[in-house]
């Protein structure tokens, strides 16, 4: 085993933990996904929406037979029909008809358009005057526009939020390909330590702290906690009880006992594996420089100071980004999640005063800062929501925002 | 039953949510605990820690021993013992003497400090040269320095973060009161929608997504999901379905047929119940402005857009904090959690360059903005972290982050 010291700055750490191999893959049911990273890129097998619908309840109409149209000059068009959500439309679309058709509705062959029912009136039984014209696509969503047959949907290492389930829904994917979640034991140890049940401290005695925080901390990240133990100070117990819980853990997170000085137990511990090698011997991070990085027989062994504040703010700091990089997590806007951030809108979106738009964006890296891309489409699209980082929140007494201005934008994350 | 259309401000929406009553209490174990609302404040029953500890490895001292002390003139001190990590100090510290003692030893009687080994050499068997003076309390944590008997912890309402999980195992609390996480059942209806399962989707037909979306986006709000059903667009079929659901589940979030069109299905289905209170229908929101919010017996009904983006957008802005206030969470920053924010740094924190300093800041409001306040404190006291909202990230090549600059918080939160 290498002995020398090795202090390590934060980023060293990082490059370290970016060389990890991630784990196996697994297949599971995508209502239990979220949060899991795929292991597999996504590509649509077919489009979505599979025909085209209308977005707008209203008529399906030729949009040319409504060219001209005004109030003061209506288009005539006879009613042929209705199309029933969910069936399949029957009755065509042919010069100088109309179809009634609801939001979600298939759209009749021969129709290009959806002219709202707010821009009609009944005229008779079986026919409407039109008092709008539409374009061709107007109110309609077509076949393929939410996600087109053989496009890329999701990338390898793509981490699952909600909204990527429902795109995954979308496409009937209800398995999914995913790297195993890493199971982490959490020893504590330290003469001084005694179980956080004990109500009447002995003198020189405090409670365990580190096995609750690391375990919430680590599971809140997407590990699967398994064994926590309270392990006393004693190099033979310890070595022991680390060789165990190698055995059937992918990571094992050691507090107590890592401080350069005269107790330090966690390389003597190391030292009883003959497979260990250390990565850090100390970090250049404070509070927490007496952490230690090994991989023990591939898994990966973290040696974290036993004074709490500091246990967790490197848990955060440096095992959490390796419990997602164990699961190949690499396509997601930073390592530790997040769920605002502050980014420059790069163009003007309008909003009426008088309501609340939420409006999605893209984040894009602009030098050290982030640049908002607001993503347009319909917003039936659930693509949208699948490409986008996070929204906008415009408040319901702004008209829009202008673009080149500083905005808060809610993140998508799934943890 | 109020008939009549109510359209709500998302302000005023949120308004509603607050005068919800919150779920019944119930008691958990602590390392079950992480996200979970407090139903009772916590006050320390103890001091933490109950004892003077040493925060360095060093000798235990009379501070006013090493007055005046220095390289060329050391001072002289016998040393009368050692204290055992976890054990009693037994020897006690009188005039001329030096206990020598670990970090996180208890200091032994008649010491008031402890000096750094660094500032001491071992001039035999059993005396010391102290090359630097201490002062009364330093290297210590005092009795009660952490947390104060009788003193204030968490107030109810408080929402656990893994650190809060440790500063209650410091006070030897493992089981919580708390508030019960709300149970949702999720409905999605829709004559159009078919289970994601169905791999080849007849004409008119799509798959189901918002009971995957909806699901997720609340499991990760701390709800417990329940039922999770595609129920036939029939408004007796539904009215019977929402009936059963609402016997065992504290929320009901059903998607689809919530528009004002001709299928406004969700208002019929609200009239088959009695007891039903109508106090939204539609919000200033887009997407989502076919959104319904009722009660029926005390239970919450949510009527969400059928259309997929909308449903999700409104979950995440109105269904997600009813399911905090639920919990009865007031205490947190924002209602809907968040890891990163930007805030006005108000004061200087020094950091020596080549380290990465992580310092927890509390947060307040100032105007519609935020300033973030340094947590001055021992970096041993877990309370610093139960105080603090979030912490700043100074990286290795800063020397400090002066005051009055805008700063990047991330913020603790539990989910």
Redesign the interface.
Known sequence: MSQFLKVR???QVMEILQRLEPLSEEAVR??KA?GRVLAVPVTAS?PV???P?AIM?GFAVRAKDTFGASESLPALLEVAGEV??????VVSVTEGRAVAI?????LPAGADAVIMVEYTSPLDETSIEVTRPVAPGENVLGAGDDMKEGEAVFPEGWRL???D??V???????SVRVHRQPRVAILST????VP????S?????????????????L??AGALVGE?LLVK?DPHELVSRCRRCLEDHDVLVLSGGS?V???DFTVRILEGFEDAELLAHGV??????PTILATVGGKLFWGLP?????A??ICR?FVVPSIRILQNHCKGLRG???????ARLIRKIP?AS?????FPVVLRPEGATLRAEPVFGK????S??GQADG?IVIP?DAEGLDGDTEV?V??F???
Request: with cysteine; aromatic share 2%.
């Open positions: 700055s934060a980023k995508l209502e979220c077919e929406p599979p025909f619908r309840d029933v959500m969910g069936q399949p439309a609801p939001t979600g509705g298939m939020r909600p909204q389930l429902g995954l829904a979308a496409l009937g994917i209800t330290g003469d001084e330590v956080a049940s004990i109500q401290l002995p003198p020189g005695k405090i409670r365990d702290i580190n096995t609750y925080t690391l375990a919430a901390e599971e809140q926590t100070d401080s000085g005269m107790r250049a991070v404070r509070p927490g420089k036993g004074q709490p504040v500091s967790l703010m700091t530790d999640g997040g769920q605002t951030c502050t909003s008088g309501r609340t738009d939420l917003s039936a699209m659930i949208t929501l929204y319901e808060t809610h993140l994350t799934s943890s």
